[in-house]
């Protein structure tokens, strides 16, 4: 029977903490070479785990860190929250999904406790625990910790330190920002893997696995080298690009059963994926961001004239204190 703090974390929390069956493998992803080779490094340690602190008795000499920790650090997109996955189904275990978002949001005040309900929750399960947007949990540590937020974000990092040290299992953080982590996680992590954007061989593989294989309606002029080599996309985003792109199709008129999925609507979804992207980084007030908003515009021209009434004060400052240090030099000379 489940406990009632698993019950609590897989039922009421639903969103912040989920038990998964896993479902996708490493043949549902496709990773650059030494992405791949470091992955079945991670594996060979889990297998060997016994192995190593059971019969040859390390075990015994280390009654803590036995847990296996590894960082899985990328662009989003790359395919972190798949592998993790295939990881667990590869192990025939289930997979903890942990989504601090969630978590912080949802208990504020009380994240330290949920944090050690998770790692209950998977050793109660014998689950794989999986840590979504993990820098902001293994965030660094504040010298100061004079504020409330601060304080409990110092006790939240030694926290999940300390249930690091003391579980047996196997823990993935996935993370977009690596440089924010504690550096006390360091030597809590056993391996690093380094998720990087798919180069154009991979995309290829990337478009072509996103379609099925025998159902999905492909036109005649589809070539998913050429969308490989023209959009520097990740595998996330090649999959929005085909949901859209088969989102236009169904779309345009005619009988369902002569619809296709053509090159051009591969083309304008990819794009407006990375047009898309492109908007969620610009600034309103970039200068080289043209737009036809005349509230926006109105905007850049108060920035514009900010700057420049900035830069004048500090030329007639750096110009004052000049003349005054030239006055004084004269007067020090007589």
Not at 58 to 76: M, Q, T
Not at 122 to 148: C, H, K, M, W, Y
């Amino acid at each position: 029977m489940p406990s009632p703090l698993l019950q609590f974390f897989t039922g009421r929390s639903r969103r912040a903490v989920e038990t998964v069956i896993p479902q996708r493998s490493f043949a549902d992803v496709i990773l650059p070479p030494e992405t791949r080779r470091t992955l079945h490094e991670a594996l060979a340690q889990v297998r060997n785990h016994s192995l190593i602190f059971g019969r040859w008795g390390l075990g015994e000499r280390h009654a803590s860190g036995l847990g296996l920790a590894f960082n899985f650090a990328g662009p989003p997109g790359t395919g972190k929250t798949i592998c993790a996955e295939a990881i667990a189904r590869t192990l025939g275990m289930k997979l903890v999904i942990v989504d601090y978002a969630e978590v912080e949001s949802m208990w504020m005040g009380e994240t330290p406790k949920n944090i050690v309900g998770a790692f209950q929750a998977a050793a109660d399960q014998n689950a794989v625990l999986f840590f979504d947007e993990a820098d902001a949990i293994a965030t660094r540590r504040s010298s100061g910790g004079t504020l409330p937020q601060e304080r409990e974000g110092n006790l939240v990092v030694s926290v999940l330190l300390r249930e690091l040290e003391s579980f047996n299992g196997v823990v993935i953080f996935a993370t977009n920002l690596a440089a924010n982590f504690d550096p006390a996680f360091e030597r809590r992590i056993r391996t690093h893997v380094r998720f990087e954007m798919p180069g154009v061989e991979e995309r290829e593989q990337i478009w072509k696995v996103q379609i099925h294989p025998t159902k999905t309606p492909l036109a005649d002029d589809v070539d998913f080298r050429a969308l490989a080599e023209r959009f520097p996309s990740s595998g996330g985003d090649i999959k929005n690009a085909v949901i859209k792109a088969a989102a236009a199709a169904a779309t345009e008129e005619g009988a369902d059963v002569g619809k296709r999925i053509h090159q051009r609507h591969f083309e304008r979804a990819a794009q407006n994926v990375l047009d898309a992207k492109a908007v969620m980084q610009q600034s309103l007030f970039s200068s080289d961001r043209v737009t036809d908003d005349p509230i926006a515009q109105a905007l850049q021209r108060v920035e514009a004239n900010s700057r420049s009434a900035t830069m004048t004060s500090l030329v007639m400052a750096g110009t004052a204190l000049l003349t005054a240090l030239a006055a004084l030099a004269i007067v020090l000379m007589r």
